[in-house]
């Protein structure tokens, strides 16, 4: 048998920056290619993604796409800078996400559209699409195929037997396949796996959402952009109740009008506004559809809710729908909003107070099911982070105690040989930050960016015929100002008395580091402090 290997390089004891490779003797597939989110301590850097640098030089390299969300594809025009003859492989609808990705980097690519009966041949294993539920549309997992060894991955879903405007998640053919492999392989979610229970379904969510929307209040949702499916149940519900509904931020235009291309929705056959064309902004006929759902600087809903959304003013008969959960991380500035929200006695509902959103992710109860029906004999949990990587290896022993496991991290992987599974150990590369206009920033420049943010920043400008001094500081307390003309005497006393006779470089080291333990002595930290000489 010919060896398979597997190995991440993104998206394991993380969620987000996914990017796993399927490698054969002739072929590197590599699944998805996406961004994570930075935490403040980045400094306003925009995302980071994988380091790419390990792919092969010498094998043909093919991109397959599992679904849309930025996190699986908000990467790929690096990629397709980095390695521009790669193939691309995705569904019709991440594909249109693709191709405007690619318009705003003025970038082009043909893309391969795949239906989940396509199959795709690399070497003597054969990669079948699978179709699964999750939320967004149009997610797969995957099948790599062998007679000897066969794997089923599968980084998002939710096993949903009973979805809206989709079929059902496809384990038969999961099933099929497994039973025609000798040895079987699942890599599989684990960003649910703390929830014991059953993850609910989006039909679960209509009898609650249709109570919001036949109340007479004037109605603010936010969800994430993205769950078209949701979208188009709320725009079913408004359509049947006699309302309309209208959108306010960016990124929902995007992804309406990317399901309307795909064909997934006809933005025609319902009643949409559009804002400036509100006749009367306190109709409570009119259901207002916005992002920032988990609070985002530039989200509509923080605008809304400070004040800052033109013809908009919230009231006590508003009422505030968070049809979402915080992500982990975000419940402070959510509670913030909320808190906002609470200031002006607006109604404020989320997902504690009515059956209104639905996880992307399988809870315990799913996995059990979809294990139990394909029944692998390895499994190896993914997309997660650390421990819930570990929760999940240990629910796999606790109720599965005959499939073996295997805990993998980023840049580490398996091998497939004839005698079982190998761990294979690749250079660790920490993740590249993207920065502005896509540009990549180091490492470095961050640390400097903490520590002018953190401990401030003071100019010195010297003229050495002159003798004339410039000070300035940026991020010191206001007063300080009264300790400048000390500084500029140290300064003067340093540069033109004591070290006059110095070469220039000497001198201004030395300005330096008299004026940082000087404002140290002052503040009880050391400013950055930057020095010129002329």
């Known amino acids: 048998m010919k060896n398979l290997r597997i190995f991440p390089f993104g998206g394991v004891g993380e969620i987000g920056s996914n990017m796993t490779v399927f490698e054969t003797e002739n072929h590197q597939v590599i699944i998805d290619y996406g961004i994570l989110f930075p935490s403040d301590n980045f ?9 790419s640098s390990q792919l092969s030089k010498e094998k043909k390299l093919t991109l397959f796409i599992t679904h849309g969300h930025e996190d699986h594809i908000g990467a790929v025009t ?26 705003r980097r003025k970038l082009k690519k043909h893309i391969t559209i795949y239906q989940p009966e396509d199959s795709f041949k690399f070497d003597q294993y054969t990669l079948h699409p699978v179709h699964v539920t999750h939320s967004i549309p149009q997610t797969h997992g995957l099948v790599f195929h062998s007679k000897e060894f066969t794997t089923f991955f599968a980084s998002d879903f939710k096993y949903d037997l009973n979805p809206s405007y989709e079929r059902p998640f496809d384990t ?3 099933k099929q396949l497994f039973a025609k492999s000798d040895t079987t392989l699942a890599m599989i979610d684990s960003t649910n796996i703390l929830n014991e229970n059953k993850t609910l379904s989006e039909q679960d969510l209509l009898g609650d959402l249709e109570k919001i929307i036949t109340n007479n209040k004037r109605t603010f949702i936010t969800m994430f952009s993205s769950n078209i499916y949701r979208l188009k149940n709320i725009l079913e519900l408004v359509k049947k109740n006699n309302k309309k509904i209208t959108t306010i931020g960016r990124s929902l235009g995007h992804y309406l009008e990317a399901a309307n291309e795909a064909k997934l929705l006809n933005l025609v056959d319902y009643p949409i506004i ?18 920032g759902s988990q609070g985002e600087f530039l989200g509509a809903a923080k605008r809304i809710i400070n004040g800052d959304q033109k013809h908009i003013n919230l009231c006590e008969d508003d009422q505030f729908v968070f049809s979402s959960k915080p992500i982990p991380g975000n419940e402070k500035t959510i509670y913030q909003l909320y808190n906002k929200l609470a200031e002006k006695n607006v109604e404020i509902i989320n997902f504690r107070d009515m059956t209104i959103h639905a996880s992307g992710h399988p809870g315990q109860e799913d996995l059990k099911q979809l294990i139990s029906a394909i029944q692998p004999d390895y499994l190896i949990p993914i997309h997660g982070e650390t421990y819930f990587l570990r929760k999940h290896i240990t629910f796999i022993r606790n109720n599965f105690p005959k499939i073996k496991t295997k805990y993998l991290q980023n840049f580490e992987g398996i091998e497939v040989t004839a005698s079982g599974l190998k761990s294979i150990k690749f250079d660790v590369k920490e993740p590249h930050l993207i920065h502005g206009n896509f540009v990549m920033i180091e490492r470095a420049k961050i640390s ?28 010191l307390p206001e007063e300080m100002d009264e300790y400048l003309l000390k500084a500029k005497d140290l300064i003067d006393y340093t ?8 070469d220039h470089d000497y001198v201004i080291e030395q300005i330096r580091i008299k004026i940082r333990n000087f404002y ?7 400013p950055i402090t930057i020095v010129q000489m002329v």
């Open 495 to 502: 540069a033109f008395e004591e070290l006059k006779n110095r």
């Open 274 to 291: 559009d804002i400036d064309a509100i006749q009367n902004y306190n109709d409570p006929n009119i259901i207002y559809m916005v992002t």
């Open 78 to 103: 690096h990629l397709l800078l980095e390695y521009p003859e790669i193939e691309v492989i995705a569904p019709e609808f991440p594909a249109i996400l693709l191709r405007h990705k690619l318009e």
């Open 448 to 475: 400097e960016r903490r520590k002018m943010a953190c401990n401030g920043v003071v100019f010195i400008s010297l003229n050495h015929k002159t003798k004339n001094i410039q000070l300035q500081t940026k991020g």
């Open 43 to 51: 400094f306003d850097i925009n995302y980071l993604i994988a380091d």
């Open 172 to 174: 038969n053919k999961i």
């Open 520 to 526: 140290h002595s002052v503040l009880g930290y050391k």
